[in-house]
């Protein structure tokens, strides 16, 4: 049995105008990284959105190492599934500091634990030195490291990418790209990506599906 | 949805919040369901009376005062609009803010300001006869009358217009202007054929706005003697002591409200212009020259004046004379009564409407959530009036329910315990208010969008953690908003006080009406002039947040 199973998931918006997502299946295998790839309004990250539980399917299940996450008779709430998610424009939290948003999610973890949790994780994105800094006095490619931070802190299963580079500039993108892919492989972990960008998707991924509108 | 799944979904969306927010919504509509069910109750003898003599005499008048203070404000409002979005002339920054300023005068304050101001002993005849030797026909200060009424509000309640119709203009018209411009046509050409057309949605939202205002007045008709529907309720209710009549009248009167609502709606529906593009260029202004300059600034000192300077003037002067008078214990005591009510009511209100505004955020779109943001809208739109009918009913039903409680509890039989309590002021404070706190915390979450909280949630927090943690923080902004314009509004709301208040119980609002009435207008300015104060702070404080926004 894979790692990570979506099967048969389907969901519409209320508004009626059809399903975003029809049937979608996908197996996972752990520490695999798997880029999905569409043009936008093809229901990318719609899926995501799915898999974190921010949204609920009208059908179909999704499974994370045994354990079912969501199907027509249960619901697993997005703070107990987890899963860690990079949004699109990092939402960091911008009242609390770059330590404060690592934080944020160890609250299960003893104070030490915390701390030994927080300074591993400012090392692996290299960031020693910035934790009193606030989010707007980073730059867009600092702000990204303290995300990868902040949703790697916790251990989650998975990690869930969307369009991690719409927010950078060009020439830096390719720099951080390359990051991010030492990052994942060290970190070792299940990872999703969703881009509209085929070289994003082609850098990183082991894996690449193609979702049509 | 399968059974299976309708489970779930239940299970994954009920919780505390919502349970809270449903609760609040069903109490809010508790007093206007009371109120409707009185058109289905069976007459009373009165109520033949009150159809043969009153219910269409009374009816017309509040037509024609609403008829003439929409028209009215219309002019005022829109021409300054236009004349500060689309023009520079001296002061014009100055004006800008002044025309929102009248917003912070009750409506009752200004009539009985110029009521005293324009009375035979008033300061102006007075002026006239004694500098001048004038003795003008009476008939020209006759300001207690319906014309009067219709010059009160147009003066005080214009804002309204003025202040939705600038923005629009200001924030959506550039581009059409600048076409029109090009193509030739004059000034006048394009405000008749531009900008009014274009105009017209938020012209409406500002004219019912003002129609609801002067359906909701009490203490300008009262004031002046105008036989308004708000005095037929009062006339059924305290001089026939028919309160099924009253609660009758007062259901054709928002049956009526509901009417001007869907007319609204209309007027509105397929007129929501505004460009197709998100690029919005200011309108750039033009610089008046000569005679129109002179004219415009004429113009507008006049309606400053009259809608600001003049009656705060006069209050002062009053002030003067009588604040050895009116500075006592007694005072102190009103000012505490005043914040004690507002800030327990705030309190529990704000609570509330977060609660709503965090459950209702996540799913806008929803059946559940257009539901929940009408029910909590309502209140607002219903007259102080006839909303307190309403909350009296269900609290005296209640207290009957409760009777058998309060045997046991060893009061004395057919004790009313809540009705006699601070209790349903603060309820109607609530459910009359609940719309300013809530516009204001959504406002708040709106611009904080959902992310913050789903980063959260993903990071392992609930929903209520979620809450404190991430949104209470970044909504503090929106929340004291919601506290300041709430307490501008129940620090001068007057028809709810005054008729839901326990016996004896004064706030500055009731002071000063009461002084008012008793004909001792110069001892009611100390409290009126506090009541303007908090005004200005929350018209300023408004006025900051828009300004804010615009950048």
Known sequence: MSFFQLENVTFGYDTGSGPVVRDFSLRMEQGEIVGILGSSGCGKSTLLRLIAGLEAPAGGRILIAGKVLVDPRQFVEPEHRGVGMIFQDYALFPHLTVEQNILFGLHRLTKREREQRLGEMLSLVQMEGYGKRYPHELSGGQQQRVAFARALAPRPAILLMDEPFSNLDADLKKKIREDLKQLLRHAHITTILVTHDKEDAETICDRIIRLAR | ?551
């Open chain 2, 1 to 551: 949805m399968t059974g299976a799944a309708l489970r779930r979904s239940l299970k994954r969306k009920w919780n505390g919040w919502v349970a809270l927010s449903v609760t609040g919504a069903v109490l809010a509509l508790l007093p206007s369901l009371y109120i409707l069910l009185g058109l289905f109750a069976r007459t009373t003898e009165n109520w033949q009376h009150i159809q043969e003599y009153m219910l269409l005499d009374y009816a017309l008048q509040s037509l024609l005062l609403v008829l003439g203070t929409v028209s009215c404000t219309i002019v005022v409002g829109v021409s300054l609009a236009w004349l500060v979005a689309a023009y520079d002339f001296p002061l014009r920054r100055f004006f800008s803010f002044a025309f929102v300023l009248p917003l912070a005068i009750p409506p009752y304050i200004a009539a009985y300001t110029y009521g005293n101001m324009l009375s035979y002993t008033g300061s102006i005849q007075t002026f006239l006869r004694n500098e001048w030797g004038l003795a003008p026909d009476q008939r020209y200060f006759d300001i207690m009358s319906m014309k009067g009424a219709i010059f009160i509000f147009t003066l005080f309640l214009f804002p309204y217009v003025y202040l939705i119709a600038k923005t629009f203009m200001e924030k959506q018209s550039a581009a059409f202007i600048e076409n029109a411009l090009l193509l030739g046509k004059n000034s006048l050409h394009i405000f008749w054929r531009i900008v009014l057309p274009l105009s017209q949605a938020a012209i409406a939202g500002g004219a019912s706005l003002v129609a609801f205002e002067v359906l909701n007045d009490f203490g300008v008709t009262k004031h002046f003697g105008i036989q308004s529907f708000t005095a037929a309720i009062f006339k059924t209710w305290f001089g026939m002591y028919d309160v099924d009549s009253a609660i009758r009248l007062a259901a054709w009167l928002m049956s009526l409200i509901i009417g001007i609502f869907v007319v609204e709606r209309l007027v509105r529906r397929r007129k929501k212009f505004s460009s197709p593009t998100n690029r919005m260029t200011p309108l750039r202004r033009r610089k008046l020259k000569g005679l129109s300059k002179y004219a415009v600034l004429c113009f507008c000192v006049a309606v400053a004046a009259l809608s600001f300077f003049i009656p705060v003037a006069q209050l002062a002067v009053w002030a003067t004379w009588t604040y050895k008078e009116v500075l006592n214990d007694v005072f102190v005591q009103l000012l505490t009564n005043t914040l004690l009510i507002s800030c327990i009511s705030i309190t529990l209100l704000m609570i509330l409407a977060v609660t709503v505004a965090n459950v209702i955020r996540y799913s806008r779109t929803s059946v559940f959530s257009l539901v929940m943001t009408r029910l909590i809208s309502m209140g607002y739109s219903i007259p102080g009036a006839v909303l307190s009918i309403g909350v009296l009913a269900v609290v005296i039903s209640l207290d009957k329910e409760l009777a058998p409680l309060y045997a046991w509890l060893g009061f004395a039989e057919g004790k009313l315990v809540i009705s006699m309590s601070l209790f349903m002021l603060i309820f109607a404070y609530i459910i009359r208010f609940l719309a300013v706190g809530y516009n204001a915390v959504e406002a708040g979450f709106e611009k904080t969008g959902n992310r913050y909280a789903e980063a959260s949630r993903l990071l392992g927090m609930g929903m209520t953690r979620t809450f404190f943690k991430v949104d209470l923080p970044l909504i503090k902004g929106a929340v004291i908003t919601g506290f300041i314009l709430v307490f501008m509004e129940i620090v001068k709301e007057l028809p709810l006080t005054l008729l839901l208040r326990p016996y004896n119980f004064e706030t500055l609002a009731t002071k000063a009406y009461q002084y008012a009435s008793d004909e001792q207008i110069h001892q009611a300015s100390i409290p009126s002039l506090l009541i303007i104060g908090v005004g200005i702070v929350s018209v300023y404080f408004y006025h900051w947040l828009g300004e804010r926004q615009a950048k």
